[in-house]
């Protein structure tokens, strides 16, 4: 059965850093492009970052670009988001799934940037 399991949030100061991972298991993820996804309360969620199945293919949020970075490692089913120079708008809750024909949402990871 498909199961993402997210991880690595936790509380940050405006302009810290966080590594979010996605552990995923019960499908093909070397043959599956990946995204994250992102939640902010009393805000529908938004696609934050995609990655091809074998890395060389990404795409980010415009809020996003120049301070996240997604990355993959197939061996371990494993994707990552290294977030820098964080904001307060970039406080929700973090999820990863597969683009357009996603599986059954993880519980996520609940990022909060604030002083």
């Known amino acids: 059965q498909v199961q993402l399991v997210e991880s690595g949030g936790g509380l940050v100061q405006p302009g810290g850093s966080l590594r979010l991972s996605c552990a995923a298991s019960g499908f093909t993820f070397s043959s599956s492009a990946m995204s994250w996804y992102r939640q902010a309360p009393g805000k529908e969620r938004e696609l934050v970052a995609s990655?091809?199945?074998?890395?060389?293919?990404?795409n980010y949020a415009d809020s996003v670009k120049g301070r996240f970075t997604i990355s993959r490692d197939n061996a371990k089913n494993t994707v990552y988001l290294q977030m820098n120079s964080l904001k307060p708008d970039d406080t929700g809750v973090y999820y990863c799934?597969?683009?357009?024909?996603?599986?059954?949402w993880g519980k996520g990871t609940l990022v909060t940037v604030s002083s």
């Open positions: 799934n597969r683009p357009r024909q996603s599986y059954p």
């Open positions: 990655i091809s199945n074998i890395g060389g293919g990404t």
